[in-house]
């Protein structure tokens, strides 16, 4: 997280602030404490004394920040993301054009400028193989190449005054959780590069963060201390510990030292005061005064954007959902004209065109909450809305919750709606678009989706899931009653979608192999029990002739063109109504979209083309006989809405409206131009309070963790309504986030800066910089540079690459940067003299290193076991690294006596239980074929063998095993662990995990950015204990050093195999 704070005006300190409340970010005091470096609107500031005004020292697009002065004051360091990530910049305190440092596209943190050191940063370049840390490094104020300089892996390093040490916190848990308390938590280490050893200077469960040198055997950081951040100082030698503040209300998130100065941030105010007694501080003011880096407010025109529409009965109107705001347009493949119907920076969404003059939608308009409202003209002789030049917005139903999700009748007189999530409403709905008569169908935790309106709107069929999370698809009459279950089954069913002559009810459903296929039940159980040949040659069984037949055909067609025809009544056997399902696509892969032909004979539906990269429009028979292709080349058409006529589809095509012929798939396209003015400042305030209400509506735990979630929006609205940087609005929102204390959470979005996008090519080599060039130290295996063509190897120095001499004052990266996949030559001084090589660098070496610590594990096992037992990590709980895992039991298991299992720095998943099915199986007979064995009478020796390949779905281990987790095992990796202890699979054995285990989902925000929301608890059920904040304790506890992976140890892994061993032998 990046520190910051807020400087508001007052009076007294150093100077004199404008009126508008500003906060500015990542504060530092110089080294003769007479100055103030800082970030602002993205940019580095500096104020030098109480009279003046702070001057700018950077002026660039990018976002500038983490400003740190060299130990001389002369020159300041920073981050900034000119060139896609972050890389290290210096320039003079008096201004000038700032010096590139680092070329390199992994992100890096600057955290201390040290005489003896260097620049100090975290990042990740060629050594982090899996670990959740960052690799420490350092690079001279001048330049050349960075260099890591320490075995270990942490951030936020600092060098003591006289060199020896350096200070730097171990841990994974976001810094914005206070209060957390943990495995996971930051821990301050020292490294004596004197000895070249390694000790905790802090060890409990809280986070310590932030270490800082008062002297060059005394350190500062902050602790948590119940719940807030306050100051410790720490001898290094006694190890005495001085709490120096005790702020109960508001914790400190971020300080500075020069000197006995301390300048510190506590809540949206910054203080200056003695380090020996924070408490009596003065708040500081700053003299700023700067324009606008951005447009505060802009007008933009989309062309695409479409998430969202609706088509007028009449057909001659289209009215368009984009970026929140509502657009109607004529449906004219010429006419790009749209009249916007919004014109505000809040919510507008989910409208229904009940006629040409009238819209309904749900909007966030007024007091956080969406209700409902009506658009109308304001001009008597143009009441059409698009022909209208003056519209009128009025409110039309409002609640105590959220009104959305609002679904028209066919007939035009009744809508359903969802309240505050869990209720399913139906309602009447006048020609003025009134909303009255409201009935509750289903008032439940679980809400309903995708509901869908019978022909006769008479029923309404939607999906919703139970405890056990299993969605199912239920119809239920719009008069109230019982709902039914139509789908019955363990899998997911979902989007049901009626047939117009009221025959069939289409579903997805996932019932078959996880494919996704279009299923439908049979409506009519009269229908489904006709043959086929009875549904081709229906005549047959009429009880008229056919020519009398055909005879009230014509005089029926004749009395419909008098009138408009009435929807007949539909036939709807509920009754066992599960049993008559029937599947119509059986593909591999998944579909979705289906549709239904008017006459209930052809179904439609979507489905992905690995060629194309997109979906396309199908069509089949309801038996699943006579499949076509309708649209080609991977249109990604979706939410198909029938043509009044039922010729063809209306849907989106990559955010733009189309219309595709449901025979000859020719697509028609309707342009839109839609224009609107963005108001940054405003539609923070939506982004914030949709946001808000958000974790307030969905949070798993309605108490919040004990914190008073109203209570922490009016304190952080105001500040983060003062960030100058949509980054610094991030900040303060993840601030308050982090109060609530739990995990999958987070505010993600970008900056409004439009960067370079530098990727630097990967060799897959570590180098040490010599008077000669690079000597290269470390080769990753199956890496650009281990191929065995190039011939590089470990010793050899890279003289030049591409001509260019390497010196100690070049980058060796920056003659990296956009060289993935192009021939690089390299020339090499080697212990066989001069050569020359050719090398492509690729864009990562991710996997590569990730392969090169397994491979590292399986030997340390092998070397321990003595080839006895066997090794598998699994990288994460999906898919891939299950069936990896299935492969492995076979690769790494087969003949050995038993298995590791290793669940270490796995980010989670969902694959637990297939996991607990593969290790849960217990064999209950054994087989013999022909030809194993001469005689049945040795039937004994075969007990271990039996055909589970053909009669399980999954594979099966049924031999010992153990198991391996850490502090960096998160979410479903816990929940993996906490079932392999508690369900008697094996011994556990390592650290306690994270403790972050919940549900989550997440929804886009109105300006592009994305908020997660945590859902669901998990429970341990054989203790009811809440895996949230509850780690998984293994059952024997071991700590590896943190520069063991440098020393080729594994004490987990070591005590894990000889905890199995004995197992094995004692049995």
């Known amino acids: 997280m990046r520190k910051l704070y807020s400087i508001l005006s007052v009076l007294g300190g150093f100077g004199l602030l404008q009126a508008q409340n500003t906060f500015v970010v990542d504060p530092q005091l110089s080294p003769n404490q007479k100055s103030i470096a800082f970030s602002y609107q993205g940019d580095i500031w500096i104020m030098d004394d109480a009279q003046s005004l702070a001057r700018r020292l950077t002026v660039h697009e990018a976002y500038d920040a983490s400003p740190i002065f060299s130990p001389d004051g002369k020159s300041i360091a920073f981050s900034s993301n000119r060139y896609g990530n972050n890389d290290i910049f210096t320039m003079p305190v008096q201004g000038g054009s700032p010096q590139r440092l680092n070329y390199h596209s992994a992100s890096d943190n600057i955290s201390d400028w040290s005489k003896e050191w260097g620049i100090l940063f975290a990042s990740n370049r060629d050594y982090n193989q899996i670990e959740r840390d960052r690799e420490i490094h350092s690079i001279s104020p001048q330049g050349g190449n960075p260099k890591r300089i320490l075995d270990a892996f942490g951030e936020m390093a600092t060098a003591s005054p006289d060199g020896r040490y350096i200070a730097f916190a171990i841990g994974t848990c976001r810094i914005s959780r206070e209060n957390y308390s943990g495995p996971a938590d930051n821990d301050i280490w020292l490294y004596d590069s004197k000895e070249n050893t390694y000790f905790a200077l802090s060890d409990n469960t809280v986070n310590d963060i932030y270490p800082h040198w008062a002297s060059s055997n005394e350190l500062v950081f902050l602790s948590s201390k119940d719940g807030r951040y306050n100051l410790k100082k720490v001898n290094i030698a006694t190890k005495e510990e001085i709490w120096l503040s005790d702020f109960s209300k508001e914790g400190i998130h971020y300080f500075s030292l020069a000197g006995d100065k301390l300048l510190y941030a506590k809540g949206p105010k910054v203080y200056l005061g003695e380090l020996q007694n924070p408490a009596a501080a003065k708040e500081l003011k700053i003299n700023l005064a700067t324009d606008y880096r951005f447009y505060p407010i802009e007008r933009e025109s989309f062309s695409g954007g479409i998430v969202d ?52 939608f749900s909007s966030d308009r007024a007091n956080n909450q969406y209700q409902f409202y009506t658009a109308s003209s304001q001009e008597e002789a143009k009441p059409e809305l698009f022909k209208s030049l003056r519209h009128q917005v009025k409110e039309n139903l409002k609640a105590s919750g959220d009104l959305r999700n609002l679904n028209l009748a066919p007939n035009g007189k009744k809508v359903c709606y969802t309240l505050a999530s869990q209720k399913l409403i139906v309602a009447d709905i006048s020609e003025k678009g009134e909303i009255s008569n409201p009935k509750v169908l289903v008032d439940a935790w679980y809400g309903a989706e995708g509901v869908a309106w019978s022909p006769d709107s008479r029923f309404i069929a939607y999906s919703h899931s ?274 609530l204390n739990a995990s999958h959470m987070g505010l993600y979005g970008s900056g409004e800066e439009d960067v370079q996008r530098e990727r630097t090519g990967r060799l897959g080599i570590e180098f040490e910089t010599t008077s000669k060039g690079l000597k290269v130290t470390r080769l990753i295996p199956n890496s650009p540079a281990d191929r065995a063509k190039n011939n590089l190897m470990v010793g050899d120095v890279i003289t030049s690459i591409n001509g260019e001499p390497i010196s100690a004052e070049s980058n060796f990266y920056e003659n990296l940067v956009e060289t993935a996949g192009d021939p690089l030559i390299l020339e090499l001084e080697s212990t066989d003299g001069k050569k020359e090589i050719v090398i492509r660098p690729s864009t990562s070496v991710e996997d590569e290193l990730y392969e090169e610590w397994v491979a590292d594990r399986a030997k340390l096992v092998d070397e321990y076991s003595n080839g006895r037992l066997g090794y598998i990590h699994i990288k994460g709980m999906d898919k891939p690294s299950f069936e990896r895992f299935e492969r492995e039991l076979m690769a790494s298991g087969y003949g050995k006596e038993g298995i590791v299992i290793d669940v270490r720095y796995n980010g989670g998943g969902w694959t637990t239980d297939y996991l607990m099915a593969v290790l849960s199986v217990r064999q209950h007979a054994y087989t013999i074929p022909r030809g194993a064995a001469s005689s049945l009478d040795d039937n004994q020796k075969f007990k271990d063998f039996y055909p589970y390949s053909e009669r399980l779905p999954l594979a099966a281990w049924t031999k010992p095993s153990i198991a391996l987790c850490n502090e960096s095992s998160y979410s479903n990796a816990e929940i993996f662990s906490h079932a392999y202890k508690t369900l008697g699979i094996g011994t556990l054995v390592g650290q306690p995990t994270f403790g972050a285990v919940i549900s989550t989902g997440g929804s886009s925000l109105l300006n592009g950015a994305f908020i997660r929301l945590p859902f669901r608890a998990w429970y341990v059920k054989s203790t009811g204990e809440n895996m949230e904040n509850g780690p998984a304790v293994p059952d024997i506890l071991v700590e590896n050093h943190p520069a063991s992976r440098a020393r080729n140890e594994d004490a987990q892994l070591k005590v894990a195999t000889e905890t199995l061993l004995k197992q094995i032998d004692n049995k």
């Open 309 to 360: 529409f609706s088509i007028s009965p009449s057909g001659d109107y289209a009215l368009l959902e984009i970026r929140g705001e509502l657009f109607i347009k004529d449906l004219d493949k010429e006419e790009s004209r749209t009249a916007n119907l919004s014109k505000h920076p809040y919510f507008d969404r989910e409208a229904i065109l009940l006629n040409d003059e009238i819209a309904v």
């Open 466 to 739: 139970d405890l056990n999370f299993n969605t199912e698809v239920f119809i239920q009459s719009v008069d109230g009653g019982k709902e039914i279950n139509v789908s019955m089954h363990p899998g997911s069913d979902y989007a049901p979608f009626w047939s117009a002559d009221g025959s069939k009810l289409a579903f997805i459903s996932d019932r078959n192999n996880d494919d996704a296929d279009v299923w439908f039940a049979w409506l009519n159980r009269e229908d489904w029990l006709k043959s086929e040949e009875e549904r081709e040659q229906g005549y047959y069984l009429s009880d008229k002739p056919e020519e009398e037949k055909e005879s009230e055909d014509e005089e029926k067609d004749k009395k419909d063109k008098k009138k408009e025809k009435e929807v007949e009544p539909i036939i709807v056997d509920l009754d066992n109504i599960h049993r008559r399902l029937q599947q119509v696509t059986s593909f591999i892969g998944s579909e979705g979209n289906v549709r239904i032909s008017k006459d209930g004979e052809t179904f439609y539906f979507t489905r992905y083309d690995y060629i194309a990269k997109g979906s396309d429009l199908y069509k089949v028979k309801y038996d699943g006989s006579d499949l076509e292709q309708i649209s080609k080349g991977g249109s990604s058409p979706s939410s198909l809405k029938w043509d009044k006529d039922y010729k063809g589809f209306y849907g989106l095509s990559r955010g733009k409206l189309k219309h595709i012929n449901a025979e000859s798939g020719k697509i028609t396209s309707y342009p839109h131009e839609a224009k609107m003015t963005l108001n940054k400042q405003e539609e923070r305030k939506q982004v914030f309070d949709e946001g808000w209400r958000l974790i307030n509506q969905r949070f798993y735990d309605p108490n919040f963790h004990g914190e008073d979630w109203e209570a922490l929006k009016d304190y952080y609205r105001p500040w983060a309504l003062s960030a100058s940087t949509n980054q610094d609005f991030q900040l303060v929102y993840n601030l308050m986030l982090g109060r």
